[in-house]
């Protein structure tokens, strides 16, 4: 079998590292989904990598609804409707930054894997 020329071994190894990063890279949509559905439960941070962010997301609402539950006696549906209010902006401003989030993840997953392939 004949040797490979330096040339070659590049586009070998360029070609594995695209092959990698496209199985591993973060997809724009599942993070906009996930932070739809589930972004009060943290689940578009886990999925980017995020996790004491996520953690702490999650924490903030279950000790919001355990208030809301157990300890504010007055009033109960306009509080709800600020907890509804909240989510809503929180979710707006995370669907805002998740193209740029991903973007950045995404990078750090192709340096991460060129310094992997010596690219």
């Given at each position: 079998?004949?040797?490979?020329?330096?040339?070659?071994?590049?586009?070998?190894?360029?070609?594995?590292?695209?092959?990698?990063?496209?199985?591993?890279?973060?997809?724009?949509?599942?993070?906009?989904?996930?932070?739809?559905?589930?972004?009060?439960?943290?689940?578009?941070?886990?999925?980017?990598?995020?996790?004491?962010?996520?953690?702490?997301?999650?924490l903030?609402?279950?000790?919001?609804?355990v208030?809301?539950?157990?300890?504010?006696?007055?009033?109960?549906?306009?509080?709800?409707?600020?907890?509804?209010?909240?989510?809503?902006?929180?979710?707006?401003?995370?669907?805002?930054?998740?193209?740029?989030?991903?973007?950045?993840?995404?990078?750090?997953?192709?340096?991460?894997?060129?310094?992997?392939?010596?690219?």
């Open positions: 079998m004949a040797e490979l020329s330096e040339a070659d071994k590049k586009r070998v190894q360029k070609h594995k590292l695209l092959q990698k990063f496209e199985t591993v890279k973060k997809n724009y949509l599942i993070s906009f989904l996930l932070c739809w559905t589930l972004g009060k439960f943290g689940a578009h941070r886990f999925y980017l990598g995020h996790y004491k962010l996520a953690i702490s997301m999650f903030f609402w279950v000790v919001f609804y208030y809301l539950i157990f300890f504010a006696k007055n009033e109960v549906s306009e509080k709800i409707m600020y907890a509804v209010a909240a989510y809503m902006i929180f979710t707006l401003v995370e669907l805002i930054r998740i193209p740029k989030i991903t973007e950045k993840e995404n990078n750090k997953i192709k340096r991460s894997l060129e310094a992997e392939f010596n690219i």
